[in-house]
């Protein structure tokens, strides 16, 4: 049996916790980024003098771990400028879902970055720009010079600082931000 006074002891001593928790103001909810996932990115780089585009792939349907993702990469021309537009995809989905939308929509939130290794005989200039006037890569102008080979390494980066140092032109040292995808591509430069 609960005593009327220990009852009301009990009572009186809620009641103030309970009011002032619930007048608390909770902080507005953290809501995160709801990173896609991507499987798929493909390089499509068509000459401008005219001719096949050349078409360079990564598939990794199976994420990080497991298989090995799939990278396929055609010889590029000596001497040659080609106009070059990616495409990201999420094959898990049927039908796939086309991530580079998604991208196009928050351009001010990414940026791709197109680095050759040393001695690669390559540039890449942005061919488009976010509402701010930076770069964002989804079209670019790939060029070679000299034949020769070595790498390119694409990469998303979600959230860089645009007005960092070096990163107007594609630099991504000190563009911060997270990266969403990085792909090294095997480059052969042919006559």
């Known amino acids: 049996m609960i005593h009327a006074s220990r009852f009301r002891t009990t009572l009186i001593l809620t009641i103030p916790i309970l009011l002032l928790t619930a007048c608390q103001k909770d902080d507005d909810p953290v809501i ?6 991507i499987t798929t990115l493909i390089l499509t780089m068509a000459p401008s003098g005219g001719g096949d585009p050349v078409i360079w792939s990564f598939r990794d349907l199976d994420g990080d771990g497991g298989q090995n993702p799939v990278i396929v990469t055609e010889p590029l021309s000596v001497n040659t400028e080609y106009s070059t537009t990616i495409q990201l995809l999420n094959e898990t989905e049927t039908p796939a879902e086309d991530i580079t939308e998604e991208v196009r929509m928050e351009q001010e939130e990414h940026q791709f970055f197109y680095v050759a290794s ?3 005989d390559l540039i ?3 061919n488009d720009q976010d509402a701010n006037g930076n ?15 070595g790498t390119l390494t694409v990469t998303l980066i979600h959230l860089p600082d645009k007005t960092a140092p070096g990163v107007a032109v594609g630099l991504p040292d000190q ?3 997270e990266t969403d995808i990085e792909v090294v591509f095997d480059v052969e430069i042919i006559q």
Request: hydrophobic share 25%; charged share 10%; glycine share 20%.
């Open 135 to 149: 770069p964002v890569g989804l079209q670019t102008t790939i060029s070679t010079g000299t034949a020769g080979s």
């Open 32 to 37: 995160p980024n709801e990173e896609e996932l």
């Open 118 to 120: 040393a001695g690669t």
């Open 124 to 126: 890449s200039v942005y």
């Open 175 to 177: 563009a911060g931000g």
